[in-house]
């Protein structure tokens, strides 16, 4: 499919200036965007709120609102994730017939932020600051004074292997990312047709998180300008790492969510999955056959002494600033990610690996997924690892890095050349875009 | 006198038809597989479950796909009808009438085919919101309703099928213009009419993109765009293969029924002359 973003624009906003400032109000100036259509004049009486999400049985959750406050009912919508919803909400923010609340991936937020898009919801919201860990509300905030959004959900990332072939082949759990190495290399000469893993090409988010993990800082401001670190030393190892396993063979090149590799999963020609928390439920779809037969492990380190992990995903609950009723949806986004009713039915229905800390050692995790029912401390390892989880700065044109990061690295798998001019390649496209849409760029 | 078949034609044709239709058969084929079986059995070693999947499909979200369905339906019948009659009455006036500014109508509308409708789709929205339609009914179907091809078709085929003297000879005797058209004109255009009805029917339930930027509401949703929310769910939940793909086959059916119900007229089309000799 056509993609959206390549016909709208995002970073091409019509006030360049009002969009520096508002990511620069984010980020630690003051706060320019967002207030404006809140405050005393909200209607009082019954009244509806519109709310965008693709969480699957998120419908469910709502309506356990939609039961105890029918005077404030929310009308779920459900749209097709990613990308192409943050095109959508910033089309509709333009002629004003968005939605009032909106299920918005964290990386995302500075780019409609830095529109105009969502409302600053930090009057009716600071208060839950002390349900998250601050690396998460850190990425809620920008940095600075104002609220974007309610963490929903974060993905932290692990690694997934099968326990069965594992000990066929006799191979040991990894630790680092050597041993990962040189686990990939003895299942090969052990099994010419397996791999423990894939470098996945059409997954940026996955490599974003592997760069996270490594210490990477792909974004950086400082007063209203944007400094761009993509090929930095961290995300350089973590390129240069894969680009070796890949051109010996080590690791498969096959991207993820393909069928290809739905069926290599199925079948044990992969063994093993660099994954995150959620990755139970996908197995369950994709791999439906091998149920049962993994388990969870923390990621390899670089530095075993001081383990680390990144974010794979994740996503929160935003206020637009189109909407008339802000406060009432604040309300709603602080209730369906923070009150234990509603984080249970999250974890339960959509199963999602909730944002809060309460929740993520809360009894609706005290089972193991059921696709791992063997693995019963799965979810307090999980919560080990979460803790461990990395800070991270997003941009206003992370869309613009990750259709680079799928052109430039894809081409390079696919001619079998060397990632690091890829890396290269999109730190060039990501810097070039920000300071044609007008930010300053140092 | 039969040619003989040529070798490298027939094998081009052979390998056309392969590319053509072996995505068909897998779609046919993958709709019969659980997802279990999906990506663990052979590609074209038929399932068992085509009946279970239908099941989900229609018990998906309180069988929302349906209600996709009827959206489709209804997006597509009413704005080919609708995009068939004015194109016809377009396109008969521009045959039919000598008025000034017709050739810039024409023109204009000529230009209007080379513009696709790809890059139309976001000043149509903007436009829309403007008004207050947005993610309404109204907002799909009212930028399918305007078809500059259809009216094209329209006047090319209402100049050739028409012919001015029995338009004349109709007016000598005293009918009125809409008289002319309704029980001359229509008749002899009905086959292009038809197409112009069949290929926006197609073109409208198969549209992706103006739902997709129009719509909110997954309540009006036509089923394109329904199978699309199925498909990407992110990759943090696993995509609901089996359905999307049940619900492809399903939603394609249609196509097939009307393409086959109204396939005679269009064949009509070829064959007779607007006068017979």
Sequence with gaps: MLSLATLIRPEIPMRFDIARKAVAAGLGLALLVGCGSSGGQEPEGPTELSFWAWAPNIEKVVDRWNAAHPDRKVVMSKQAQGDDLVTKLLTSAKAGSGPDLAQVEFQALPTLVSNDVLADIAAHASSVKGEFPDGVWQQVTLGGDGVYAIPQDSGPMMFYYRTDLFEQYGLTVPKTWDEYARTARTLRTKAPDKFLGTFSSNDPGWFAGLAQQAGGSWWSVDGDTWKVSIDDAATKKVASYWSGLVAEGAVDKTPMYTPEWNKALNDGTQIGWVSAVWAPGVLAGNAQSTVGKWAMAPLPQWDAASPRTGNWGGSTTAVTAGSKKQKAAAEFAIWLNTDPEAVAALVTDSGVYPAATKAQTGSALAKPPAFFPAQTDFYATAQRVASTAAGFTWGPNVNVAYTAYKNAFGAAITGGTDLAPALAEMQRATIDDLRASGFKVG | ?277
């Design chain 2, 1 to 277: 006198m039969r040619r003989a078949l040529g070798t490298l034609p027939t094998l081009v044709l052979l390998l056309g038809a392969a590319y053509c239709l072996l995505p068909v058969a897998w779609v046919l084929v993958a709709a019969t597989k659980s997802s279990g079986e999906l990506f663990a059995t052979s590609t074209f070693s038929p399932g068992t479950s085509i009946l279970a999947n239908l099941d989900d499909l229609s018990s998906y979200r309180d069988g929302a796909f349906w209600r996709w369905m009827a959206n489709s339906a209804l997006y597509a019948g009413v704005g080919a009808l609708l995009s068939a009659a004015l194109s016809g009455l377009t396109g008969y006036a521009l045959a039919k009438f000598a008025f000034r500014g017709r050739d810039l109508v024409f023109n204009a509308l000529i230009a209007g085919v080379l513009v696709p409708s790809v890059v139309l789709a976001i000043p149509q929205y903007l436009l829309i919101s403007e008004v207050g339609l947005a993610d309404t009914y109204l907002s799909v179907l009212v930028p399918s309703v305007l078809s500059p091809y259809g009216i094209y078709l329209a006047r090319i085929y209402a100049a050739a099928a028409v012919p001015e003297d029995v338009v004349e000879a109709a007016r000598t005797d005293g009918a009125g213009e809409g008289r002319i058209l309704w029980s001359i004109a229509v008749p002899m255009m009905a086959p292009g009419l038809v197409t112009v009805f069949l290929f926006q029917f197609v073109a409208i339930w198969n549209n992706f993109l103006l739902p997709f930027i129009m719509l909110g509401d997954d309540r009006k949703f036509p089923v394109t765009l329904g199978l699309y929310t199925m498909l990407n769910q992110g990759n943090t939940t696993p995509a609901l293969y089996t359905l999307a793909i049940v619900g492809s086959l399903v939603s394609v059916l249609p196509l097939i029924a009307l393409f086959l119900t109204l396939q005679r007229y269009w064949r009509v089309d070829l064959l007779s002359g607007a006068v017979k000799a």
